[in-house]
């Protein structure tokens, strides 16, 4: 019998909840809807008997369900990641999306190839306010309905079981948690019970359950059929023929269904509100969704009502559920349209899957080799049982009164087209609609929804939506299909329509499940009908052994059974990977109830006598004693009772709660009596009060149901509760044959559990089991016991007879157990000669043969046990933990060695304890000959027993030592320790050989006794991914034996220099390469930006980051005084190491600072009156005004992605002061005066000034810029204040914040037609959306240009600006994607003639050259690919734009031109002015790459005088511009060639004094100029973000140039011209080396801003204008972009960015929009690439130096100084971190590379390890203090003198530093007199004696004694491994050395076998390693390692032994020769193995 825990009634918790819910459960209100029209409808309402009635029946109807969870500490970081991912490509559209876009439109092929390639997946999150992220991570949420626990094992500190419950009932479900299993951390709140949730609906809950949804789509019959309606042959998605193989992320949730709907609420915080269009029967969740069972529908010529039809209609709770739920209440035209609808011979399907909630229920397909393919449509088939793992589902055929199990699994392509071919789709929706579905009723009105509030809270992506809003739904109505009326689409009136108007639906409803026949059962068995489908009682069974049952419950005449169906796994026929499933055998047991348990692997079931019996398989395991049952059915006051109350403490659901005193009845005391209390109704209550059924099981609990209705929750034990008996029943599952092996665990279960053995030892658990074991095997335990105890009498203790001692009395000591356990010990200690014991104690040798039973179970497998575990004794020596179980085993083992004659056996357990045990030549065996004889020996026993430690060190010497056995499950850790040390080169002709011992049969495999030549890592990265893979982790390391361990960490110690870069977290840390296993580590779990700026909260509190500020409190100080400069953050701990040696940082902030007010420095002349001194100050504010006004573009550059921004702080932007001060003293405020400004002149730089305040912000939380804070940051106030929103919005969209933006937010800023606004707005969104061709996007744009709408539409009054940033969105969302229409249109805006309107004949170039960057955008290097057919009209057209020719047709809006402009006379040829610009950056950006010579020379600047005279100079620096752009490759960085691009015959005549009046100089020197200029740009663009200083120098030789030209002539060439060729030049020096912060630039950009107004000294210098000011200041920005965080990229859609916002033609003033619209500068954005790669250092968590090496695709190797910006990965094949201070770091392309980019995309810091005796260059910039530490390190003498002193210069570690205080410089201050070097143990010796009232006590000097000479020597041992330890950098070999010198110091006074072989294994890894490196043949330039293990150090060790043996040998001389002598005496003409022969 088996003891069970103490019963305690269970509540079950949410019944708890709702006694306290505040809402009603219930809603008894009627819901009226229109549909209640129909007569059949309201016929269906009547109702005899009372709705109170049945709804108080009701009432009481309450149902749960409880599962067990396994919870790890993993899941938590699993949640991080999957959100991660999630959050990843959550907004790729523009409006929230769900599994599919919204909004299916022109693109949406290339979304579902984005979607395929990005594996987007994911309904958007849900913003309710009961469910969030946070829930799910307090809870766990994430465990999926597969609760089988991990096959690791269970870590009790951080995993542990804990049950969940969902409580129903009526309108309410309540989800619970509780009861954990082993809270490792929370023991003493193990009894706290946690709601999670509580779910309120509108309809009473029907059905309840826990289910995982897929959130990838998995049908790619969807998507081929959406395929193949875009008719795009070229870019076919492959379609797969199954999606088994595809990994698909799965969502944990619950799902409820009412009579309406159904809901989803996902564990991580998203709701689904979804209508089923049928009466759900019951609910199946499975491995691909749920399956949905349909209610049955009767034949349809049975017309007449069921007689059932009142009885039917009381089991609903109002008049909408009753009328909904009744088979026939469909109406006669209903009926007759059903009818007519399809054929009769086809039936409908009455089971449906559904993967998604927001998916197409579909029907399921049933595959049968009787009947074909066919749906799952027999209405007489019931489902009962559906299983996850493994996929299957149980069927019963109630007419035929057969069960029949199938295979559920994906519906293949071909199957889903064979049944889909030939029938039309409107069969589903019949079968759906038709039928019992509340959404279908032919009077429901448009308003469908009106009956069922939905009162969930939904934010603002809450996908709460029916389907009528579902994304199926809206994309066919997008594709211009109508959408097939199937499963629960669309609103009742849109379904109607779909039902009589339109056309049947092309898109047929493809299957996604199928299931495919098993097997069929041949008994038939005529089930009872069953009521309730809840009752169906199913489940899957794995018994002791591992065999898998399917078992369900069959009633059958009111007689119960439990029918058990074996299932087994056959693999199919050349297919071994693929396994099928098989039926063995079917049996049943009469049972009542039954239940599964888990944990223990048995059934616990009730038989017809009412008993809870337990059952493994078939096998029968004994009966459950549940204490105090019997006590219950004795009459008693708790009987009495009208309510039958337990005296037992009560159970609140899952968990025991406190038994309430108060309640206590002292009557009841009669119990405890053993005299019964006689009652005459107690025979009575006997029977009511049997156990009724069995319910709720999880784990090893379980709840037990009374007669009377209560419930018991019970406990079943363990099986074991010690790791050894745990270890011991596997072994004996992996030795004997499974029906055995189920015999013994049952035979041991039973003995452990019986009633009163709860509490026992480890000790007294272990005898329990080892009786066991041997009455099994044969022994007669009893008699042996007895036999003892008769020996034990000699020698007991007689009564004493007087007070003297006697002789019996010291012979009682010596053979007590204490003097046993501790005699030998105490005698070594004391050095006293150990006792002899007299020979007549010794009688336990001399006993006779003992009785031996061999009929015994498992007397044929006595070898085979004894084999088994003494391989699982091996294994225990492996881990220290183990260590005390060795004895208890050795015992076990000793004995039947002794018995079967084994006499090797038997030394080598004598060997491991010889004071406890006897070797071979002092013991006899017990059995007879007779015995041993019939005793059979495996084919796999060998007679020398093996040896872990001895086949270890024949590995270390290299000896053929044959194979080690391997029993899987019982040695595993010493066959991972083999294979690990012979992969490490280690061993030769080694390896494990497994033996297949379960059936006694060959060996069935063995490792290779060589590696594989074709691996091509090193030997010890081999070893290094074994042990990764076999799970050893470093704490398993610790736990070996200090040899064994060390033997591993030599080995993986090899590979720590340069280890291989793609390996996995776990490899590093077995590596110690803690730098490279965070940086996995950061690589796996930052997915996104959102997951890197929350980890970057966290960090930059402990460590430095990117963004750490320098605390400098003057400057906090002074910013806190003064205005805000919007550059407060910038002083960041990175700029200080990039620049720490000047001050130009300070500098540049001054130079873009715009918010604090100008100082004048004027003079006021004697002569000069107040009022014109004022004017003159004016004038000169005036001045310094224009270059204010132009700096925050160049701010915005500097502080580019800089500001973390809090979400409930507003952003504070900087004003924009144009007013000055005067000097002090007066400081007088100066405004300009209003005659001297236009009152629109502060327009366009306060929308630069928001701009640059935008650009700065990045998300600090975990969650992009959404719309709320945007709309939080709306200002209320004035005009400018609207401008500077205008700015941040355009800044927000450039980096890529606007995705979240809601449509109306965006109506409210549109719909105000604001200039600024809509500008901001548009060209935000086209970046947001660049390359996308979003459709709404699209739409919003195409409102804004008029080309894009239709003729007939009506004229929009749009001003001038808006028109230009949209048509140069249309460019942007467009981007490289060469879309013909867009093509087209854009083309022919650049040549859109002049209208008659007088607002269509204003800044037409601007607009002109808009639509041609566009043009150059949408088809950015389609002519370097082969032409594409629909451009090939492009160039030529482009050409005619750009040289001239006849207007083409202006397209659509023809007429509206053809009247012509009233200001305008252009004739019919194009305006080049207006068209020339646009065109030619057009062909540049179009053929870009292209190398194109023909194009080429189109784009040539003009050779002589008379054709430069057609041209305009500014164009032909556009010209030679396009020409670099096409020419990409020929472009040099070098002035020769920005010299050849001007042509010889203006060379001559340029800078020069005029002397032939025929030449045009001035037209020669702008050419010039120009020329010049566009050359610099090319090589600014092609050299952008590189660094190169030979194109900085040309670019800046050329800008002087001209600069002195504009200083010394500037009548040559103009000084307009000299000043903006010069700006260009200099602008391209600023790309070249952008945010490399390059002093030569900065200098030259210092000289030019000065030129603000003209001084009396320098008349002759002009002032810049307000361009040449932005274009100075862009420079600066340019050249700290970021931050020196980032730089520019040379990618085609960077180099059109750059173009945009470059463009050279900056504006004059600061309202000049005619040529180019200022709000395009800040589009460099779009080109600016993160490159800066920032070291770290990993132990103190500073920013470092380091060197880095970077090597191209050629293999260019190219040193570098980190932290620096390295070139374009694209450019690069390695990345390596190479400096002799640090551990290197590698970065290669195709292994890590991904890795990389993520840390440069969030300037993430590489992690890098400081070697040991190296100082950072912070702290040692030569490297002086790094000499002397690698001069102590390479002293080899040093070691054994080492000093405290010198080990603390090579650590920083803390550990090590406090190892060294407390333990190694103690001897140092030993009897100083100084004061506060006293030591720790002085220090509290002295308090205890003087108490804390004494004053001198810290001023006295250390007491303690000197250290004795074995002190001092072992002291001195410690500090030279601690020296080793640090030297060498490895510092997990320290626990071991230190374990070493303890074994070193044991081994004088108490040696042991344990011992000697780690001294010998360590000699033998000495030698090995000696022996290695002599063979190895150095290599150049690789670094030499040193070994671990130290010959000089071994050696010492060795010595140390040595003088011990010699010790020893006196009194060793007598033993050896008395054990040699009784080995050769002993039974010598017997061989050793003949016993067992």
Same mark, same amino acid.
């Given at each position: ?85 999630? @959050? ?348 019992? @579905? ?1377 100082? @950072? ?221």
């Amino acid at each position: 019998m088996i003891a069970a825990s103490e019963p305690l009634e269970f509540v079950p918790h949410g019944r708890t909840v709702l006694a306290k819910h505040p809402g009603k459960i219930y809603n008894k209100g009627h819901n009226v809807s229109m549909s209640e029209t129909t007569l059949l409808y309201k016929l269906t309402n009547v109702a005899i008997k009372d709705d109170s009635l049945v709804e108080s029946k009701d009432d009481e109807q309450e149902w749960w369900t409880i599962r067990e969870v396994y919870y790890k500490a993993q899941d938590l970081e699993d949640i991080e990641t999957e959100s991660a991912k999630d @959050s990843k490509y959550e907004y790729e559209s523009f409006r929230p999306p769900s599994r599919l876009k919204n909004d299916f439109n022109i693109s949406i092929k290339s979304e579902l190839m984005s979607g395929l390639k990005k594996d987007e997946a994911g309904p958007s999150r849900a913003g309710s306010a009961n469910s969030s992220s946070n829930m799910s991570k307090k809870f766990n949420l994430n465990s999926a309905q597969n609760t089988q626990p991990n096959k690791k094992r269970l870590n009790p500190k951080t995993d542990c079981y804990y049950e969940e419950e969902l409580y129903v009932k009526g309108c309410t479900a309540v989800w619970s948690k509780g009861l954990i299993s082993t809270p490792g951390s929370k023991t003493s709140a193990s009894e706290q019970r946690e709601t999670i949730a509580c779910f309120t609906l509108d309809n009473p809950i029907k059905h309840a359950a826990f289910a995982d949804f897929h959130i990838d789509i998995n049908n790619t019959m969807l998507i081929d059929a959406l395929n193949s309606q875009i008719g795009d042959s070229k870019k076919n998605i492959k379609i797969e023929d199954n999606t088994e193989h595809i990994k698909s992320k799965t969502m944990p949730s619950i799902l409820l269904i009412d009579n309406k709907c159904m809901r989803v609420y996902a564990m991580d915080g998203r709701e689904y509100i979804t209508s089923i269009p049928f009466q759900v029967k019951q609910v199946w969740p499975m491995k691909y969704g749920v399956l949905l069972e349909k209610e049955t529908t009767p034949i349809l010529h049975n017309a007449t009502l069921p007689l059932s039809f009142l009885k039917l209609n009381e089991s609903h709770n109002n008049s909408f559920s009753r009328s909904r739920t009744f088979k026939h209440q469909m109406s006669a035209k209903l009926r007759a349209e059903s009818i007519s609808g399809f054929d009769s011979d086809c039936p409908l399907p009455t089971c449906f899957s559904l993967s998604h909630p927001l998916d197409e229920v579909t029907p399921i397909l049933m595959k049968s080799p009787s009947q074909g393919l066919q749906y799952y449509n027999d209405g007489d088939l019931q489902i009962i049982f559906v299983s996850s793992n493994p996929s299957i589902i149980l069927l019963y055929d109630w007419k035929l009164g057969t069960h029949s199990l199938w295979k559920l699994r994906k519906a293949s392509r071909d199957e889903c087209l064979a049944v889909c071919s030939n029938m039309n789709s409107t069969v589903f929706s019949q079968s759906c609609d038709f039928v019992n @579905s509340p959404m279908q009723s032919m009077g429901k009105s448009m308003n469908s929804w009106t009956g069922s509030p939905f009162h969930s809270k939904k934010g603002p992506l809450t996908p709460s939506r029916s389907r009528q809003n579902s994304p199926m739904a809206n994309m066919f109505h997008q594709q211009g299909l109508s959408p097939h009326a199937s499963i629960g689409q669309a609103s009742s009136a849109s379904m109607l329509a779909n039902t009589m108007i339109q056309n049947p639906p092309s898109l047929p409803l493809y299957p996604d499940v199928c299931i495919d026949h098993i097997y069929t059962d041949s008994q038939v068995i005529r089930r009872d009908p069953i009521e309730n489908p809840k009752d169906i009682k199913a489940f899957l069974h794995t018994d002791l052994v591992g065999h898998n049952y399917l078992c369900y419950m069959v009633k059958v005449e009111g007689v119960s059974k439990l029918q058990i169906m074996r299932l087994k796994k056959s693999h199919s026929h050349g297919q071994s990977s693929k396994t099928n499933i098989i039926v063995g055998w079917v049996s049943s047991v009469m049972a009542r109830d039954a239940v599964v348990l888990e944990h223990l692997k048995m059934m616990a079931l009730i038989d017809e006598t009412g008993n809870i019996i337990l059952q493994s398989g078939n096998n029968f395991v004994g009966k459950v004693h549940v204490g105090g049952v019997l006590a219950r059915l004795i009459d008693s006051p708790y009987t009495k009772r009208s309510t039958f109350q337990s005296p037992f403490p009560r159970r609140s659901s899952l968990l025991p709660t406190r038994c309430d005193n108060t309640t206590f009845d002292d009557s009841a005391l009669h119990l405890l009596s053993p005299v019964p209390h006689s009652s005459a109704s107690r025979i009575e209550q006997k029977e009511s009060l049997g156990v009724r059924g069995l319910r709720d099981a999880a784990g090893s609990r379980l709840s037990v149901r009374f007669e009377a209705g209560q419930l018991y929750r019970v406990a079943l034990p363990p099986p074991a509760r010690a790791p050894l008996l745990a270890r011991c029943s596997a072994a004996l599952a992996a030795a004997l044959p499974p029906d055995v092996t189920v015999q013994v665990i049952i035979k041991w279960y039973g003995i452990r559990n019986a009633p009163g053995t709860q509490d026992l030892t480890p000790e007294q658990e272990w005898e329990m089991f080892s009786n066991m074991m041997l009455s099994l095997i044969g022994y007669d335990v009893d008699k042996s016991q007895k036999q003892t105890d008769e020996e034990v009498e000699v020698v007991t203790k007689k009564q004493r007879t007087s007070s003297d001692g006697t002789q019996d009395d010291w012979e009682y000591l010596l053979n007590s157990e204490l003097h046993k356990t501790i005699g030998q010990s105490l005698s070594n200690m004391l050095n006293l000669p150990a006792l002899q014991t007299e020979e007549k104690h010794r009688k336990i040798e001399e006993v006779k043969p003992v009785q031996f039973n061999t009929n015994s179970l498992l007397f044929p497998y006595t070898v085979h046990v004894f084999y088994t575990f003494h391989l699982l004794y091996e294994d225990f020596k492996l881990n220290t933990l183990l260590g005390s179980d060795l004895k208890h085993l050795s015992t076990f083992l000793y004995r039947i060695a002794r018995d079967l004659s084994l006499d090797k056996y038997v030394d080598h357990y004598w060997l491991d304890f010889p004071t406890d045990f006897n070797y071979a030549g002092e013991c006899d065996s017990h059995l007879c000959e007779e015995v041993l004889k019939k005793l059979v020996q495996p084919n796999y026993f060998s007679v020398d027993p093996p040896n872990i430690f001895a086949y270890l060190n024949s590995l270390m010497k290299d000896v053929d030592d044959g194979y080690y056995p391997y029993m899987p499950q019982v040695n595993d850790l010493s066959r991972d320790i083999i294979e690990v040390v012979c992969a490490g080169g280690s061993g030769r002709g080694a390896g494990v050989r497994a033996v297949c011992a379960g059936e006694g049969g060959a060996p069935a495999s063995s490792t290779p006794r060589a590696p594989p030549p074709a691996a091509p890592a090193a030997p010890h990265c081999r070893a290094v991914m074994l042990a990764c893979e076999r799970g050893i982790s470093p704490r398993d390391v610790d736990n070996l034996p200090p040899a064994v361990g060390l033997m591993l960490i030599s080995i993986f110690s090899r590979c720590k220099a340069d280890p291989p870069v793609d390996w996995p977290l776990e490899a590093y840390r077995l590596a110690m390469r803690e730098d490279l296993a965070l940086q996995a580590e950061i690589a796996e779990t930052i997915k996104s930006t959102d997951e890197y700026m929350e980890t970057l909260a966290l960090e930059v509190l402990e460590k430095e980051t990117a963004y750490s500020q320098q605390n400098n409190p003057m400057e906090e100080l002074q910013n806190n005084e003064e205005e805000a400069t919007g550059m407060e953050h910038m002083n960041t701990k990175l700029l200080k190491l990039l620049y720490p040696r000047d001050h130009r940082m300070e500098e540049v902030y001054s130079l873009l600072q715009s918010s604090i007010p100008v100082t004048i420095h004027l003079l006021q002349r004697p002569e000069i009156s107040d009022h014109d001194f004022i004017e003159e100050q004016e004038k000169y504010l005036y001045a310094m005004g224009t270059r204010t006004m132009a700096l925050p573009v160049g701010r915005g550059m500097l502080t580019l992605r800089s500001l973390p921004c809090s979400p409930t702080e507003p952003l504070t932007l900087p004003k924009l002061c144009v007013s000055g001060r005067g000097p002090p003293p007066r400081c007088n405020t100066i405004n300009l005066s209003a005659n001297d400004t236009s009152p629109h002149c502060l327009l366009w730089p306060t929308f630069h000034n928001g701009v640059a305040a935008g650009l700065a912000l990045v998300p600090m939380t975990g969650s992009n810029i959404d719309s709320s804070w945007i709309i939080y940051n709306k200002p209320r106030g004035t005009q400018d204040m609207s401008t500077e929103h205008a700015g941040f919005l355009l800044a927000l969209g450039l980096n890529g914040h606007l995705k979240d933006m809601p449509y109306m937010n965006m109506y409210e800023y549109l719909v105000k037609c604001h200039e600024m606004i809509s500008i901001g707005l548009l060209l935000g969104l086209a970046a947001t959306y660049r390359g996308t061709m979003d459709v709404q996007a699209t739409k919003m744009l195409s409102i804004h240009v008029e080309a894009l709408l239709p003729a007939s539409s009506v004229e929009l009054d749009i001003q001038h600006g808006i028109l230009v940033a949209a048509v140069l969105g249309v460019g942007l969302l467009y981007q490289r994607t060469a879309h013909d229409h867009y093509a087209q249109v854009l083309l022919r805006e650049i040549g859109k003639p002049p209208g008659p309107e007088m607002e269509n004949c204003v800044e037409r170039e601007g607009y002109a050259l808009a639509a041609g960057l566009a043009l150059g955008c949408v088809c950015l290097r389609a002519g370097a690919r082969p032409p594409l057919a629909h451009l090939a009209h492009l160039a030529p057209r482009l050409r005619t734009y750009m040289l001239g020719g006849d207007r083409a047709p202006a397209g659509n809006q023809t007429d509206k031109y053809k009247q012509g402009s009233f200001a305008i006379r252009e004739g019919s040829t194009v305006n080049l002015d207006v068209t020339s610009p646009g065109a030619t950056l057009a062909l540049g950006l179009i053929y870009m790459q292209s190398n194109n010579q023909a194009l080429a020379e189109w784009l040539e600047p003009p050779s002589t005088a008379y054709m430069l005279d057609f041209v305009r100079p500014d164009l032909l620096m556009l010209r030679v511009i396009s020409r670099g752009l096409v020419l990409w490759d020929s472009i040099e960085p070098t002035e020769e060639w920005v010299e050849s691009q001007v042509p010889s015959t203006i060379n001559p005549y340029c800078f020069v004094k005029p002397t032939d009046e025929n030449i045009d100089y001035e037209a020669m020197n702008q050419a010039y100029c120009n020329i010049i200029a566009g050359a610099c740009f090319a090589l600014g663009l092609r050299y952008a973000g590189s660094g190169c200083e030979e194109a900085r120098d040309a670019a800046l030789h050329f800008a002087a140039r001209l600069d002195a030209a504009w200083a010394g002539a500037p009548d040559l060439a103009g000084a307009a011209t000299l000043e903006a060729t010069c700006c260009v030049c200099l602008l391209a020096a600023g790309m070249i080396m952008a945010g490399r912060g390059d002093v030569a630039v900065l200098r030259v950009c210092r000289r030019l801003r000065t030129r603000t107004a003209r001084i009396a000294a320098r008349p002759d210098r002009a002032p810049l204008t307000h361009g040449a000011q932005m274009a100075v200041h862009c420079t600066i920005g340019l050249l700290f972009l970021g931050g020196c965080r980032a730089t520019l990229s040379t990618t085609p859609e960077a180099v059109a960015a750059l173009i945009i916002a470059f463009f050279p033609k900056f504006p004059t003033h600061t309202e000049d929009n005619r040529y180019h619209l200022q709000a395009f500068r800040h589009l460099y954005v779009l080109a600016v690439e993160p490159r800066l790669l920032l070291p770290r250092d990993i132990d103190t968590g500073k920013l470092c130096y380091a060197n880095i090496q970077v090597i191209d695709l050629e293999g260019a190797m190219k040193e570098m100084k980190a932290p620096c910006i390295i070139p374009e990965l694209n450019t690069l094949r390695e990345v390596k971190i190479n400096d002799p201070r640090y551990w290197p770091i590698t970065f290669q392309r195709d292994q890590n590379w991904d890795q990389l980019k993520t840390f440069l995309n969030y300037t993430w810091c590489v992690d890098i390890k400081q070697r040991a005796g190296c100082l @950072s260059y912070l702290d040692d910039p030569q490297g002086f203090l790094t000499i002397l530490a690698q001069t102590l390190t390479l002293d080899r003498t040093n070691i054994w003198s080492a000093q405290s002193d010198n080990i603390e210069l090579f650590t920083n570690d803390e550990k090590v530093k406090n190892f060294v205080k407390h333990y190694l410089a103690k001897e140092a201050i030993v009897g100083s007199s100084a004061g506060g070097n006293i030591c720790a143990d002085c220090l509290l010796l002295m308090k205890r004696k003087a108490g804390f009232r004494s004053t001198g006590l810290l001023n006295r000097g250390c007491v303690c004694r000197k250290y004795s000479k074995d002190e001092q020597e072992y002291m001195q041992s410690l500090s030279v491994v601690t020296y080793e330890c640090v030297v060498k950098d490895v510092l997990q070999a320290l626990p071991i050395w230190t374990t070493f010198l303890k074994i070193i110091k044991e081994m004088r006074t108490e040696p042991t076998t344990y011992h000697m072989w780690q001294i010998k294994l360590l000699l033998s890894q000495a030698d090995s390693v000696s022996r290695r490196s002599g063979d190895a043949m150095p290599v150049d330039g690789a670094e030499q390692s040193e070994p671990l293990v130290s010959n000089e150090f071994t050696l010492a060790i060795k010595q140390k032994i040595a003088l011990a043996f010699d010790a020893w040998e006196p009194k060793l001389q007598p033993l050896l020769r008395r054990h040699l002598g009784a080995g050769r005496g002993a039974r010598v003409g017997a061989p050793a193995g003949e016993c067992v022969d």
